[in-house]
């Protein structure tokens, strides 16, 4: 669904925008950021701030790149950003003719998905890879809980209220 202004204008996208989901069994929160990259706005320079921040962070990276264009100079220096985290690779665009080659040699082990964000085209693919990477062991698994409905949100909010009251009266 339409949730934030696009274009292809550099610098549009400059919040980050989150989204809980369930991939095949497997609860995942997405984040879509502001491209990383300079620039000499300092309302764009916090949206690239914001996007480190969720990369600091994030277990899995999903670098998306334009297969319809030649690599670039910019695509090396985030590629070698991401070095030592867990990434796969997606082309975008799939559905134009392709010109960026094989970008494996940038992340070499990374997964590497083909995919038309117009189209729908390769989505699946991405899941499958996003899933397979998550529990294929790529991913260190964490004990913190992931509670997905604002209802449980709720419920658990409410019952550590309680909670801290009994402790207070005791």
């Excluded at 916090?46 to 899995?60: C, E, I, N, T, Y």
């Excluded at 950003?81 to 992340?107: E, F, I, W, Y």
């Excluded at 998905?113 to 189209?119: G, M, N, R, W, Y």
């Amino acid at each position: 669904q339409s949730r934030a202004i696009v274009s292809p204008i550099p610098g549009t996208t400059r919040d980050t925008i989150e989204e809980t989901l369930n991939l095949r069994g497997l609860p995942v929160v997405l984040v879509d950021t502001a491209g990383i990259g300079p620039t000499g706005d300092p309302v764009e320079r916090l949206g690239v701030a914001r996007s480190h921040q969720a990369l600091d962070v994030a277990d899995v990276a999903l670098f998306v790149m334009d297969g319809s264009q030649p690599l670039t100079p910019h695509d090396r220096e985030i590629a070698a950003s991401l070095a030592g985290k867990t990434v796969v690779m997606v082309m975008n665009k799939s559905d134009l003719p392709q010109r960026c080659g094989a970008p494996s040699h940038l992340l070499p082990g990374a997964a590497v998905v083909s995919l038309s964000a117009l189209t729908g085209q390769g989505l699946d693919l991405l899941e499958a890879t996003i899933v397979q990477t998550v529990l294929g062991g790529q991913v260190a698994a964490s004990d913190a809980a992931l509670v997905t409905t604002p209802r449980h949100q709720d419920a658990l909010r409410r019952a550590a209220e309680h909670l801290a009251a009994a402790a207070d009266v005791l």
